[in-house]
Nanobody, 114 residues
Framework: VQLQACGGGLVQPGGSLRLSCAAS????????MGWYRRAPGKQRDVVAV???????HYVDSVKGRFTISADNAKNTLYLQMNSLKPEDTAVYYC?????????WGQGTLVTVSS
């Protein structure tokens, strides 16, 4: 399955962005899905998860600011990011949970800076 994230860009602290991830197949109904990010000089970590049952989970650093959702009909995953901080600067990826090595796309760069 091909997963392509998009929607990144340069935003000022406190701003918002909405990331999208289009899947080439209908995987959202059979897999938990997640958004991951790799900050400069750090490893790639999961930040948000949505389960098959539509339960959502977030790492503490993004709770209350990020919202993960999925449109199963469109095979698209979303990440609404509000109140962005400089420490949110990273390349963001989507993948299954746990991730499938061959499904990592190029990701989309989010830069939070004034």
């Amino acid at each position: 399955v091909q997963l392509q994230a998009c929607g990144g860009g340069l935003v000022q602290p406190g701003g918002s962005l909405r990331l999208s991830c289009a899947a080439s197949g209908n995987i959202f109904r059979i897999n938990d899905m997640g958004w991951y990010r790799r900050a400069p000089g750090k490893q790639r970590d999961v930040v948000a998860v949505i389960t098959i049952g539509d339960n959502t989970h977030y790492v503490d650093s993004v709770k209350g600011r990020f919202t993960i959702s999925a449109d199963n009909a469109k095979n698209t995953l979303y990440l609404q990011m509000n109140s962005l901080k400089p420490e949110d600067t990273a390349v963001y990826y989507c993948n299954e949970v746990p991730p499938v090595r061959d499904s990592w796309g190029q990701g989309t760069l989010v830069t939070v800076s004034s």
